[in-house]
């Protein structure tokens, strides 16, 4: 049976949540994968969850990186497989990658890369801060995150 190259995109979760973001990757390009197996895990406003391989096949591309929000429909995974049910997903050669570079897997990144909620990400930028740029906080949300709550407690600390 023959292959293609699919995209695969960020799910939509419903008419509220446009945004998530990804709180890890479980694969790198070149690797196997089954339908079903774990590609990543993502959360929402109100939920985390994992993100999985819609079909058998090879992982091409990773449009994404720990940390980064993604709108519902970005490309995310760039993968072959020879599922014929996903032809409607199949990547053509006019169909451009998009303007986000593929990047290395999540264990490339540095220890002390902090992976924030999207409340968290709101809450520092009507603070006035940039969240790429807070690196003493304490992340003590669900996975290591920091979390909304951990902003209330930075913010006040630093009016303190």
Same mark, same amino acid.
């Given at each position: 049976?023959?292959?293609?190259?699919?995209?695969?995109?960020?799910?939509?979760?419903?008419?509220?949540?446009?945004?998530?973001?990804?709180? &890890?990757?479980?694969?790198?390009?070149?690797?196997?994968?089954?339908?079903?197996?774990?590609?990543?895990?993502?959360?929402?406003?109100?939920? *985390?969850?994992?993100?999985? &391989?819609?079909?058998?096949?090879?992982?091409?591309?990773?449009?994404?990186?720990?940390?980064?929000?993604?709108?519902?429909?970005?490309?995310?995974?760039?993968?072959?497989?020879?599922?014929? &049910?996903?032809?409607?997903?199949?990547?053509?050669?006019?169909?451009? *990658?998009?303007?986000?570079?593929?990047?290395?897997?999540?264990?490339?990144?540095?220890?002390?890369?902090?992976?924030?909620?999207?409340?968290?990400?709101?809450?520092?930028?009507?603070?006035?801060?940039?969240?790429?740029?807070?690196?003493?906080?304490?992340?003590?949300?669900?996975?290591?995150?920091? &979390?909304?709550?951990?902003?209330?407690?930075?913010?006040?600390?630093?009016?303190?």
């Amino acid at each position: 049976m023959s292959t293609f190259i699919i995209d695969v995109p960020m799910p939509a979760m419903g008419a509220t949540v446009s945004e998530l973001t990804i709180i &890890s990757l479980a694969v790198a390009p070149g690797a196997k994968v089954t339908k079903g197996q774990k590609l990543a895990e993502l959360e929402s406003d109100k939920s *985390a969850f994992d993100f999985e &391989s819609p079909a058998e096949g090879v992982i091409l591309e990773v449009h994404g990186k720990s940390g980064e929000v993604k709108s519902s429909g970005q490309l995310l995974f760039r993968m072959e497989t020879a599922d014929q &049910s996903l032809k409607h997903l199949e990547a053509s050669a006019a169909k451009p *990658a998009g303007s986000v570079a593929a990047h290395a897997p999540v264990a490339a990144a540095t220890a002390k890369t902090l992976v924030w909620t999207p409340r968290a990400i709101k809450m520092t930028q009507e603070a006035g801060l940039d969240h790429t740029t807070i690196h003493d906080i304490e992340a003590t949300g669900p996975g290591g995150r920091v &979390s909304g709550d951990d902003v209330t407690k930075y913010l006040a600390a630093k009016k303190g």
